[in-house]
């Protein structure tokens, strides 16, 4: 059996064993690297990149960050490389709009797509690698989501976030010089949706607890040890330590790789998901800013714990929900927004996304067991006025 839990991060890529849950567990990344100014030591990712004609794209902050330098050594390892730099004056978007651009700008002959960049970045150069079955490497520049080792892509097609079925990266680079001065809001981003791990895996045994959906334990003891690593060392985030960096980075590619294990984002997304993506699509559908998806996580995970809270006398036995004012006192430590309200979240959304966010996914979760209570109106005006007072 794979002593999973002291396993480093470089040894997960390529694991196949059989779990005690009963399932075969895979991880089809070749190589995972996290590491300090990696590309002064390019031996430890240029063998990865074995395909000559490769396609990279970035934005206009990743190549600046990240995606200049390592162009200009690939061009001297003498790969033939077309660039594409996304020019979006605001977040970029992962809609159709910006998928049809990559179809457009991809020569017919690549072999290799290297993204530079984190979440938006991430998504569409695996949805452009499964749909066009080229593999890709992500080439990490913030430690801001969780999504680097899965191998689902959420997009926003006609308005809606919608997971669609993508690929693993042929290998993860990460280098923590980079990652440490990543903006400190992609920082907190990050760290918010180790947060909601806190609730994403309560609403996981509370669905195996009430609907005997399949749960792996293994899986559950993987993501909780580097959460709390991370939770652990809070204070130390917003001092943009290194050591710390790096633990986040690998909690976050952590959570994907058991995304990979169960074979969808059970382990890593629950009720404070389907909030951080209600509050999301409310925007794009005003065409109005919104914030990272992590800290709209992190803040979800708050608002799902007391959810919890006021549903204590209808939850199941064996289930510990966790306490509210433990998450806020963590979000204190590092200095990230723990209210809807000071993350910008509009009053009459917030109340309609107690009520409604369950409808975005079908997936069991203490909204609806609090649906079929009858309770989400009750629930909704009572958080709404602790928070909008």
Sequence with gaps: MVDLLNLKIELMAGLNFKCECGRTHKVDIEKIIVGSNILNDKNSFIDIIESENLFVVADKNTYKSWGKELIRLLKRENYQITEFIFQNENHLIPNEKSVGRLLIEIPKNTSLIIGVGSGTINDLCRFLSYKLNIPYIIFATAPSMDGYASMVSPLIVEGFKRTYEATYAKAI???????????????????????????????????????????????????????????????????????????????????????????????????????????????????????????????????VSMI???????????????DPEYLISIHKKV???????????????????????????????ILQLAHEFNLLEKISTILTEKFYG
Excluded at 204 to 218: A, F, P, Q, R
Excluded at 308 to 322: A, N, R, S, V
């Design 308 to 322: 919890y809270q006021l549903m204590k006398d209808k939850l199941p036995k064996g289930l510990t929900p966790p």
């Design 173 to 303: 680079v990460a280098d923590t010089q980079v990652l440490r001065n990543a903006p400190l809001e992609m920082i907190h981003a990050g760290f918010g949706d180790i947060l909601g791990k806190f609730t994403s895996l309560t609403d996981w045994k509370l669905s195996k607890l009430i609907n005997d959906e399949y749960y792996c334990e293994k899986t559950v003891e993987f993501v909780e040890k580097a959460r709390d690593l991370c939770v652990k060392n809070a204070e130390k985030i917003s001092q943009r330590s290194e050591e710390v960096t790096k633990q986040i980075m690998e909690a976050l590619i952590i959570s994907g790789i058991a995304i990979g294990f169960v074979g969808y984002s059970r382990p890593a997304s629950g009720a404070e998901h389907h909030l951080a993506h209600y509050w999301e699509m409310d925007a794009i559908s005003k065409n109005i800013p919104h914030p990272l998806h992590g800290n709209s996580v992190g803040v979800g995970t708050v608002v």
């Design 335 to 365: 200095g990230s927004i723990y209210s809807p309200k000071e993350l910008g979240i509009p009053k009459d959304v917030f109340q309609d996304s107690i009520i409604h966010a369950r409808e975005i996914r079908n997936r069991y979760t």
